[in-house]
């Protein structure tokens, strides 16, 4: 211990002899009103030590404030049909879904938006290892991750600094981890300029009887602290405290974005599984946000109320830390384990094999407060619930924005449309270099997607598909959206339709759905029409899962993502797992044979505002977004697992953005096989081709199966129309669209695939 | 099959042996024993993190001290991506693997052109065959000085090349590269990744399994009718050769 500490040390005795310190509350980001409530839990002002863990618990990242009393509708809806396979509900550390066979799923996605703007690398890195290590606490082996990404402008300068920086860091942390990253979303819109999204999915595997949860039960349990030291790292607000405890002895000027570090992640994972498979683990959570304030307090409120903490045990890589900062570090690669006495010593030998670091900081106890020393003082001694559960809860004040009648009156209908064949072809060419609908391999192409050997599906596919089980061929599905602008135009549909967007996604690969995560992403909660965006996201949500029968198992709410007063499109990222009986049966976006029948399922509107087309063409958006038929999209989903588990169709692509156009050149493309396809009569080709009416696949069918699949979409009075066939292959093919244009695959797949690598590559 | 701390592609490794029709055995890193083995494969991944120099603090490995004598003494040894770096680190090989020319990790199907079929673990290719494997690195740039580059090629002891566009900046496309006396491979692509058409491209990898099956069979004879050796676990039943590829 330094003499530094020894002098500014502020324990309990002294905030109890010393009442009237002044404290930087305020700095810390807690209200007048939050300080005062904390003074009453205490009976006291807290020690700085206290302040710091309240106030970093307290924060919106943590406590969910401000969406608290939006998201209960999540677990409210719950229903029967939606419990038949849940197994962990929401608020544990993520959701447990059973796929059968013994097997069960665990997924969330969770955001890292700010720490990627400020530090793109290490802030997307960091973000693929937070949310690896949340899916490990629940005892499930991690085995893919997906994310979701939103740019400013893809010519912006910050767009060419942030994007390549996030790429290299998902790409880098999840490959040296050996997760294959088996799909996601890039999307770029001007509101994300200054404030872009990293949203990190993953999913993990597990039998049943290897769920854990993250509690602290049983007294005399000991706590164990694992993996990485604790450095200066991710303190943010609490150098203020450093700063007054240690002039400017070097703590104020440490980052606050955290460093990852991949290969000792890995070792986290595999020793983590090891003390996992010899039932060594009482409890467990992973360290991320918040530290160990987080860890400590929340295990403690979950398990028997109380905890002693000897915090000058915690290895440091800088002895300089004083006690507030190590509470408040968020350092990598550290998990906290909760262990009989009598197993302690063989957690700590597997810890050596895997040159992982352990440490025995604490013990449960049943007094009901976390009490934490150091070196012999208590320099916190509160009822843990206060800190984890407890803190404030906001109903933010909410209405509907003054310019939201102005944004829906003004629609895409008067927007000039091409009419010739010439001006539809062109149209089709802009919009498939257009930055949103492009070839994304430049990004896709740094992610590892083969390691494990059991990807099925991977980008650009509808869906991520993995195999589960080898002998089996059980299989999981899981696929990531949101259209933002749809949401702008009307947060409730928007919400509903990044849910059917995913849902349909999921079953067009041929699994059946069973369960949602989300990362709600939003600007400030101050702000009353942000407040009503998230409002009637959550509604939108909430409601649209329980039409559709699968429950939201967790996820994430991302507030304050906004530069100035403008905030981002809301965006709702949904993310829907499904399971898949025998993933030899998963059905690709591609045709891979010619001389197929090409059949459109669903229903084409006249709905093109807060199109792609729209926002390429015109930069317009307003009106209001597609009709969401959540019905049609579970008698489409019906429809297509059954179409894939019989064998009837080869090839399946979903209709959404740049609507029938590009999914014809999508599934043309992925194999270079053409297409001559024509447009039904009674709809006008621009808005057939271009329309982003949902509910909507093309799937391609074997002449053989023809009889039977129609025959299928007859018996379910599913609407279908037979538009079209797969013809020519290589890059001489085409895709023909009759009475209108005729495209070579060379000159789409020219097109397609420049956008990317013209823009980043130098 | 050796595992090191970062060790990613071992399970995929042992997943392909088991489809040539052997069984893999697990080496560990921290261990001075090779278990009777017969061959041995370095699977890929990041070994100890790559922060160094990828393969550089593997080489050090006490496994390894193992290997390098084993391979001297004409053990086949197969050093996949991060294995090949291993290999290359451990001067079973010559030249060196350095970062992407375009210093981004890459990801994709690769077509490859095999250009030594006589090696023990290219046996059943055809030279001048073309496969499809799976190229997925961050530093496969390999590279040499001209006199190693034209002894390489002099010598027939390329393996393989890359086809299209270049991938990561390999000088004269390399790709793999073997020993003189044709035991030791180290290649870039992962073959490992290219034997089940379900999670990979087609099945293009798996002759590098079954290949060193062949060497093996074809060099000790003997050994297959006799007993097995003194440390390995008994003879794999059902595999026509009767021999046991233990890696």
């Known amino acids: ?762 | 099959m050796v595992t090191f701390p970062g060790s990613l592609d071992d399970g995929d490794a042992r997943r392909a042996v088991g489809l040539a029709g052997a069984e893999a055995v697990a080496l560990w890193h921290g261990d001075h024993d090779l278990r009777g083995v017969d061959a041995v494969i370095l699977p890929g991944g990041f070994s100890y993190g790559d922060y160094l120099r990828s393969g550089a603090i593997a080489r050090f490995a006490p496994v390894m001290a193992e290997v390098v004598a084993a391979a001297r003494g004409g053990m086949p040894v197969l050093g996949i991506c991060n294995g090949f770096q291993v290999l290359c680190e451990s001067h079973l090989l010559p030249g060196a693997l350095i970062r992407n020319h375009h210093r981004k990790f890459v990801c994709r199907d690769q077509r490859l052109k095999i250009e030594n079929a006589s090696t023990s673990w290219t046996h059943d290719y055809v030279t001048g065959e073309e496969v499809t494997l799976v190229l997925k690195n961050g530093e496969g740039a390999y590279v040499a000085d001209l006199a190693t580059l034209d002894r390489l090629e002099g010598e027939g002891l390329v393996v393989a090349r890359y086809l299209g566009d270049d991938p990561n900046g390999s000088m004269r496309a390399i790709a793999g590269i073997t020993t003189e006396r044709g035991n030791v491979v180290g290649l870039m692509p992962h073959p490992e990744h290219a034997v089940d058409s379900l999670c990979g491209p087609g099945t293009g990898g798996l002759p590098f399994f079954t290949s060193v099956l062949q060497s093996l069979a074809a060099s000790a004879p003997a050994a297959s009718a006799g007993t097995p050796p003194p440390q390995g676990p008994p003879p794999l039943q059902g595999h026509s050769s009767g021999r046991e590829l233990v890696l």
């Open chain 1, 1 to 762: 211990m330094t003499e530094t500490q020894t002098r500014q040390l502020d324990t309990v005795a002294h905030a109890q002899e010393h009442p009237d310190v002044a404290q930087p509350w305020a700095e810390l980001g807690l209200k007048s009103d939050e300080e005062a409530h904390l003074r009453e839990i205490l009976g006291r002002r807290p020690t700085s030590s206290e302040l710091a863990m309240y106030s970093v618990m307290w924060s919106e990242h943590c406590s969910y404030k401000s969406s608290k009393v939006h998201l209960r509708r999540f677990g409210e809806q719950v229903t029967d049909a939606m419990r038949k396979h849940l197994m962990v509900g929401i608020g544990e550390n993520a959701g447990v879904v059973d796929i059968g066979q013994g097997y069960a799923v665990t997924f969330k996605v969770e955001s890292h938006n700010h720490p990627s703007y400020i530090e793109p690398y290490q802030g997307a890195a960091t973000g693929v290892g937070g949310i690896v290590r949340d899916i490990l606490s629940m005892g499930a082996r991690p085995v893919a991750v997906m994310d979701a990404l939103r740019f400013g402008p893809l010519e912006a300068p910050d767009t060419q600094r942030v994007l390549p920086g996030v790429v290299a860091g998902v790409g880098g942390y999840g490959n040296c981890l050996g997760l294959p990253n088996i799909g996601g979303e890039t999307v770029f819109d001007p509101s994300y300029a200054g404030n872009p999204l990293v949203n990190a999915l993953c999913v993990g595997v597990m039998r049943h009887e290897d769920i854990h949860l993250a509690n602290a039960s049983g007294t005399g349990n000991q706590i164990i602290l694992y993996g990485a030291t604790t450095g200066g790292d991710g303190i943010g607000g609490v150098s203020i405290l450093a700063s007054e405890a240690f002039d400017t002895q070097g703590s104020a000027r440490r980052p606050s974005v955290q460093v990852g570090d991949p290969f000792m992640e890995k070792l986290l994972i595999e020793c983590t599984l090891e003390v996992f498979a010899e039932h060594l683990v009482a409890g467990i959570q992973d360290l991320g946000g918040a530290g160990l304030s987080c860890a400590t307090s929340e295990l403690a409120s979950a398990g028997d109320g109380g905890m002693h903490v000897w915090l000058d045990r915690v290895p440091l890589r800088d002895e300089s830390l004083a006690p507030e900062e190590i509470l408040m570090s968020e350092s990598q690669e550290r998990m906290m384990a909760v262990v009989e006495p009598a197993h302690v010593s063989r957690f700590l030998e597997i810890c050596a094999k895997w040159d992982v670091d352990a440490t025995v900081i604490g013990e449960v106890t049943d007094t009901g407060r976390l009490v934490i020393e150091w070196y012999g003082d208590t320099v916190v001694d509160v009822p843990p619930r206060t800190v984890a559960s407890e803190g404030p809860v906001y109903e933010r004040p909410f209405a509907r924005p003054i310019w939201q009648d102005s944004l829906q009156a003004g629609d895409a209908s008067t927007l000039p449309r091409p009419t010739t064949g010439e001006g539809l072809r062109a149209t089709v060419l802009q919009l498939v270099a257009s930055p949103n609908l492009c070839d994304k391999s430049w990004i896709t192409n740094q992610y590892d997607r083969y390691v494990q050997g059991n990807t099925v599906l991977a980008q650009p596919e509808d869906a991520g598909i993995l195999r589960v089980d080898e002998q089996s061929g059980l299989g999981i599905a899981v696929s990531t959206d949101c259209n933002g602008r749809f949401a702008k135009l009307d947060p409730f549909t928007g919400a509903q339709l990044a849910l059917a967007e995913s849902y349909r996604n999921v079953a067009t690969a041929g699994a059946r759905p069973l369960a949602v995560t989300d990362c709600l992403n939003f600007g400030s909660p101050e702000d009353p029409d942000v407040m009503w965006q998230f409002a009637e996201a959550t509604r939108g949500l909430s409601q649209g899962c329980e039409a559709l029968g699968i429950p939201v198992t967790g996820g994430n709410v991302s507030f304050y993502n906004q530069t100035g007063a403008e905030p981002i499109l809301p965006t709702p990222v949904v993310g829907v797992l499904g399971v898949i009986d025998d993933v030899t049966r998963r059905t690709p976006i591609g045709f891979t044979t010619e001389g197929q029948q090409i059949y459109l399922l669903g229903t084409t509107r006249d709905e093109l505002s807060g199109s792609e087309w729209a926002h390429v063409a015109h930069g317009h958006l307003g009106g209001l977004p597609p009709v969401v038929d959540l019905e049609m999209e579970a008698q489409l989903a019906d429809l297509l697992i059954n179409a894939s588990r019989d064998g009837l169709i080869d090839a399946a692509h979903d209709l959404a953005d740049g609507g029938l156009a590009q999914a014809l050149v999508e599934s043309c493309l992925r194999y270079d096989v053409g297409a001559r396809v024509w447009l039904p009569d009674e709809l006008d080709p621009f808005v057939a081709l271009f329309s982003e009416s949902t509910a909507r696949v093309i799937v391609a069918v074997p002449r053989s199966e023809e009889v039977r699949f129609t025959d299928m979409c007859a018996a379910r009075r599913f609407p279908h129309v037979r538009m079209g066939v797969t013809d020519g292959r290589g890059d001489d093919a085409v895709l023909e669209v009759q009475e209108c244009f005729s495209v070579s695959l060379a000159e789409l797949r020219a097109a397609w695939s420049a956008t990317l690598p013209t823009a980043f590559d130098d």
